[in-house]
């Protein structure tokens, strides 16, 4: 079975560009969320689909950051335009409950803002 | 606010010893705690704790929550050089399922 993939690996990018992530989850599982480190801070959640439906985006820190989820399979998370701030290691994770589902994690995206 | 903490931050031990790594929580409404061993890249699933007082296993690797006091432990036994990664735990909260994280413990096992 595949893990959840998240493409690319590393991304270095200069300020005020755009940057896409994409994460394929494990087949059949509707849960999908993004969460991020920053350097030297804990891992942050950012979001968490149902489907293709948004259920939280508490996390998601402003309107430079878009997530979309269409059709219910892989997501995309767009940083537009890039900051300084924003380095830092994006995981996507997946689970096929909720409640008491436990989450399976991609390798991550390392951005790099300069 | 949510949070997790972890302690210690960092340990180096020798292959054979037992470590235990502590991990706190205050988290709304509460639902259950995860272990995560992280080596490279992504975080790999050691254990999901609901109840109180239940010791779950895994080989050498084991695990029990306390809801009163509100924390648990990571018990590794018979340490090997393989076992040498970031150890995360998290708490789910009920409502939206979110996990909190705590900054990792360190584990360095040396030959």
């Known amino acids: 079975e595949a893990g959840v993939t998240q493409f690319p690996s590393h991304s270095v990018i200069e300020k005020g560009q755009t940057v896409t992530l994409r994460c394929d989850p494990i087949?059949?599982?509707?849960?999908l969320y993004w969460y991020r480190r920053v350097m030297g801070k804990e891992i942050k959640f950012l979001l968490h689909?149902?489907?293709?439906?948004?259920?939280?985006e508490s996390g998601m820190p402003n309107n430079r950051f878009l997530a979309e989820r269409t059709g219910g399979t892989y997501s995309t998370l767009k940083v537009q335009p890039a900051e300084l701030e924003d380095s830092g290691v994006y995981f996507c994770?997946?689970?096929?409950?909720?409640?008491?589902?436990?989450?399976?994690f991609g390798s991550g995206t390392q951005l790099s803002v300069l | 606010e949510d949070k997790v903490v972890q302690s210690p931050l960092s340990l180096v031990v020798h292959e054979g010893d037992t470590v235990t790594l502590n991990c706190s929580y205050e988290?709304?409404?509460?639902?259950?705690l995860l272990w995560y061993k992280q080596e490279k890249k992504a975080p790999t699933f050691l254990f999901m704790l609901?109840?109180?007082?239940i010791e779950k296993k895994s080989g050498r690797l084991s695990s029990i929550l306390d809801k009163k006091e509100l924390f648990s432990i990571l018990n590794i036994t018979a340490t090997q050089t393989g076992d040498s990664a970031v150890y995360l735990c998290?708490?789910?909260?009920?409502?939206?399922?979110?996990?909190?994280f705590g900054g990792g413990t360190r584990l360095m096992v040396k030959p």
């Open positions: 689909f149902v489907k293709e439906s948004k259920q939280d």
């Open positions: 988290v709304t409404n509460f639902r259950s």
């Open positions: 087949s059949g599982h509707d849960n």
């Open positions: 994770a997946s689970s096929q409950g909720v409640v008491y589902e436990k989450l399976f």
């Open positions: 609901t109840s109180s007082g």
């Open positions: 998290a708490g789910r909260q009920g409502a939206g399922n979110m996990l909190t």
